[in-house]
C-alpha cells in the first residue's frame, strides 16, 4: 500500500455546515489533487496543489477551497454544505515530474444530511 | 472539454475467457490515456498508461486515435482479475487534471 492516508474515514454533516478533509501525502510527493466520487460515478477532479499553491481547478464553486501545508500534507475545505456533497473525496498525490502516476488515498465519506 | 465514456457498468466473463473493456474518449488534441483499478477494499491504484505500451497483469490496451477509443484487454481473465476498472484522460501538455469514465465492474467467475 502507498502511504497517502485521509482522515476521517467518514463524517455525517448537515447542510449549511462547514467541513474540512485531511490528507497526507506520500513520502516526497509534492503535488496534491482531490477528486469527489459520487455513488455510481467516476472520481471528479477538484482542484490540484502545488507548492502550496493552487495549480489548476475542475467545474467547482468557490465554496470548495483547500490548503497545501510545507510537509505536503493537505486540506479541503468546503463550506455551505448542500446535500449534493455527499460523496466519497479522494486525495492523490504526485511527483511533479510524474503526474500521470497519482497514489490515492483510501477516502473520506462524507455523508450531508 | 475532454470527456470519457465506459458504456458497460458491468461486465460478466467466466475464468480463462478473453475480456475487453471499452473506454471511449472524446477530446481535439492529443490524450494521455490511462486505466486506473480498484480492487475489492482496496483504493484506487494504476493499471497502466498508453505511453508506456506495457502490458500489466496480462492486460493491454491500445490507444486508436481514428475510433477514439482505448479499449483495455485481456485473452485469458483470472479470478483475481475482478474489481473495477476507470478509463482517464488527461489532456495533453501540462494540464494536470485527469477526467475518469464512470467505471465498469468486472467479474471473473469460476
Known amino acids: 500500500e502507498t502511504g497517502v492516508t485521509q482522515s476521517p474515514t467518514h463524517l455525517i454533516k448537515t447542510r449549511g455546515q462547514q467541513v474540512t478533509l485531511r490528507c497526507s501525502s506520500q513520502s516526497g510527493h509534492n503535488t496534491v489533487s482531490w477528486y469527489q466520487q459520487a455513488l455510481g460515478q467516476g472520481p471528479q477532479f477538484i482542484f490540484q496543489?502545488?507548492?502550496?499553491?493552487?495549480?489548476g481547478r475542475g467545474n467547482f464553486p468557490p465554496r470548495f477551497s483547500g490548503l497545501q501545508f510545507p510537509n505536503y500534507s493537505s486540506e479541503l475545505n468546503v463550506n455551505a454544505l448542500e446535500l449534493d456533497d455527499s460523496a466519497l473525496y479522494l486525495c492523490?498525490?504526485?511527483?511533479?515530474?510524474?503526474?500521470?502516476?497519482?497514489?490515492f488515498g483510501p477516502g473520506t465519506r462524507l455523508l450531508v444530511l | 472539454a475532454q470527456r470519457v465514456t465506459q458504456p458497460e457498468k458491468l461486465l460478466s466473463v467466466f475464468k480463462g475467457a478473453p475480456v475487453e473493456l471499452k473506454c471511449n474518449y472524446s477530446y481535439s488534441g492529443s490524450p494521455e490515456l490511462f486505466w486506473y483499478v480498484q480492487y475489492s477494499r482496496q483504493r484506487l491504484q494504476l493499471l497502466l498508461r498508453h505511453i508506456s505500451r506495457e502490458s500489466i497483469k496480462g492486460f493491454t490496451a491500445d490507444l486508436n486515435k481514428g475510433e477514439t477509443s482505448f479499449h483495455l484487454k485481456k485473452p485469458f481473465a483470472q479470478e483475481e482479475d475482478s474489481a473495477m476498472y476507470y478509463c482517464?484522460?488527461?489532456?495533453?501538455?501540462?494540464?494536470?487534471?485527469?477526467?475518469f469514465g464512470k467505471g465498469t465492474l468486472l467479474t471473473v467467475n469460476p
Open positions: 496543489y502545488y507548492r502550496e499553491e493552487e495549480n
Open positions: 492523490a498525490s504526485s511527483l511533479v515530474t510524474d503526474q500521470e502516476t497519482q497514489y
Open positions: 482517464a484522460l488527461r489532456a495533453g501538455g501540462s494540464n494536470y487534471k485527469l477526467t
